[in-house]
């Protein structure tokens, strides 16, 4: 046994009366990659991989030693491979955030999203019994049902992330080169509906029933900025959801509320022209939205593969915010580019500010 591999020497022989062990002279090397999980049967264990739906069999008949192998397989299968790598989620630590060699590595990071969640909520996902089911079901790691339901949650987790690792390797597969902590936030987001409950989805992704219910959090959040919120605000030819209004400067900051994937269509657009008016622009939308629009674009015929950068490269060309909302917390996600509207139209814009339009938020 390696730290990479073990090797089973098939057809080994062991003379009782000299106890002198023959190994057979050819032996198979399974690598700890390539398996998803390791279960005691009844004569043997089972060896479940990640390619390839048969499992393979170590027979051990009655060895008493049998319990000693099964735990130092286990071992290996849960150590990491480098001693750089850790498990996919891990508890929050003061250190700096792990670099690209291990990828694997989670902590409970307010500022680190995967598929537009906060780290500490996928962690709260991940140790989910419901979520770790569901997880397997949706990730298609190899086994049967009754394979699976034998196996306990850390178990199971081993077997996800060896799928994961496996996806994020191959070439042909839709989640090719992303990271693994994106596959596992995205395929909980992909859960929802069909094998997780809407309600736990929408428990850590935030769903909200109406664009109107972004603007109030949004609104508090440009309050505390010192900025004096208003709503659909003349901007040009097009009214801005959200306008806020600090008198130092003077300054404006256009936020538009997306909830809908036919709003966005021609959200850039509408953006790009509030940038003529205002002195940084932001798109403000919940996690739920943002993977949705992952989802959405992920699955187009010509694409079928999933780019967690796609909103945010959108966003940045032009030069746009973006603001996460989660309930009445909101988050700036990615800073905005700061325009230079001309004095001339700031000035129009805030002479003409409705008071019947300003957000009451007492």
């Known amino acids: 046994m390696c730290d990479a591999f073990f090797a089973v020497f098939s057809g080994s022989s062991f003379s009782l009366p000299t106890r002198t062990l023959t190994p057979a002279t050819t032996a198979e090397e399974i690598y700890f990659r390539h398996v998803s999980a390791i279960n005691q049967r009844d004569g043997y264990i089972e060896i479940t991989l990640n390619r390839g739906n048969k499992p393979k069999r170590i027979d051990i008949g009655n060895d008493p030693n049998a319990l000693r192998l099964l735990d130092t397989l286990r071992t290996r299968l849960r150590s990491p491979r480098t001693p750089s790598q850790q498990p996919i989620l891990a508890p929050a630590v003061d250190q700096p955030s792990p670099v690209e060699q291990a990828p694997l590595t989670i902590t409970a990071s307010g500022d680190e999203r995967h598929c537009y969640i906060r780290s500490s909520k996928l962690i709260e996902y991940y140790s989910d019994p419901t979520v770790i089911a569901a997880l397997m079901e949706q990730l298609q790691v190899p086994g049967t049902t009754a394979t699976h339901n034998l196996m306990n949650d850390q178990e199971k987790k081993a077997a996800i992330e060896a799928q994961i ?145 796609l909103l945010d490269r959108k966003l940045k060309q032009g030069g746009f915010g973006l603001l996460i909302v989660e309930r009445d917390n909101v988050f700036e996600v990615i800073k905005p580019v700061e325009q230079s509207p001309s004095p001339e139209r700031v000035s129009k814009i805030i002479n003409g500010l409705p008071a019947f339009h300003k957000i009451d938020l007492d």
């Not at 306008?243 to 966005?264: C, H, I, M, Q, W």
């Open 165 to 309: 690792d496996f996806y994020s390797r191959t070439p042909s597969s839709f989640w090719h080169r992303v990271p693994p902590r994106e596959i596992l936030a995205a395929s909980i987001w992909r859960c929802g509906g069909d094998i997780l409950s809407q309600r736990v989805i929408e428990d850590k992704f935030y769903d909200v029933a109406r664009e109107e219910d972004l603007r109030r959090p949004v609104a508090r959040w440009l309050q505390s900025r010192d900025e004096q919120p208003y709503m659909e605000i003349q901007l040009g030819r097009r009214r801005i959801d959200v306008l806020g209004y600090n008198k130092r400067g003077p300054r404006l900051t256009a936020v538009e509320l997306k909830n809908s994937d036919e709003e966005f269509r021609r959200g850039p657009d509408q953006m790009g022209s509030f940038a003529e008016y205002a002195h940084a622009v932001y798109l403000a939308c919940t996690p739920a939205f943002a993977a949705d629009y992952l989802e959405r674009n992920a699955e187009h015929r010509a694409v079928n593969h999933w780019d967690p950068t």
